[in-house]
């Protein structure tokens, strides 16, 4: 039997049953609804119960795998070479004859001259020299006495004069108001110079003039 006669007969015994369903939903229906309601209800079971049946009877369609065809490949066509053309002769541009030579231009002169010597110029061109700082001599150095007998003086009433000054002084033999009243001026220069962290404040701060009227008896702003 072949694949057609069987799928007829598998659809006659489906229509066969659906008329099997729907004439038994007639019988039942016809003596409490009616006849036209259960004649209604037997042909709305054949047309489902037939439907479904057809439908769970249909074959499956089976799924090929396709087969990918090949690409053909492009056709190269050979082209004729293409002569190159010869090169051309390089052209050559003419010598252009170098621009005559221009005269340089002279030196401007100074716009402006001295007509004769500033004043002064002379004086100022003979003091020029190079400048040399130079330390005090030691023969310059105020005299260094011990300390006296009586007791030192109180260095620190002097303006500008602290412990560590004091100090610094009672080291180099500096012990009265005396003693500083009675420095000249190298020996002022001496001690702007070599004292430690204190250049220039003997001059500065007017020790002498201190010193002399501390010396006298009378007292300073800082005393």
């Known amino acids: 039997m072949g694949k057609a006669s069987m799928n007829a007969a598998n659809s006659k015994n489906t ?38 049946l057809v439908w769970l009877g249909a074959p499956v369609p089976q799924l090929t795998a396709l087969k990918p065809s090949p690409i053909p490949a492009p056709k190269v066509t050979p082209q004729a070479p293409v002569a190159q053309e010869p090169a051309s ?8 004859a170098a621009p005559a030579s221009v005269a340089e231009k002279p ?5 402006i001259t001295a007509s004769k010597p500033l004043a002064g110029e002379q004086e100022l061109a003979s003091r020029k020299g190079s400048w040399r700082y130079e330390a005090v001599a030691d023969e310059q150095r105020p005299e260094a006495r011990d300390r006296p007998a009586g007791g030192a003086d109180d260095l620190r009433q002097i303006k500008g004069i602290g412990p560590a000054l004091e ?3 009672n080291e ?7 003693q500083i009243a009675e420095w000249n001026a190298p020996e002022i220069a001496w001690m702007d110079d070599n ?5 220039g404040r003997v001059s500065r701060d007017d ?3 201190q010193a002399r009227t501390l010396a006298s008896g009378a007292r300073t702003g800082a005393s």
């Open 15 to 52: 229509y066969i049953a659906a008329g099997i369903a729907g004439a038994l939903v007639f019988l039942f229906g016809i003596a409490s609804k009616g006849f036209f309601a259960a004649l209604l209800l037997g042909l709305i079971a054949a047309l489902l119960l037939g439907a479904l």
């Open 89 to 96: 002769d390089p052209v050559i541009a003419p010598d252009v």
């Open 107 to 111: 030196a401007e002169a100074p716009l």
């Open 167 to 169: 100090a610094q002084l």
């Open 172 to 178: 180099l033999g500096v012990w009265s108001f005396e």
């Open 195 to 199: 004292l430690k962290g204190f250049r």
């Open 207 to 209: 020790w002498v003039g």
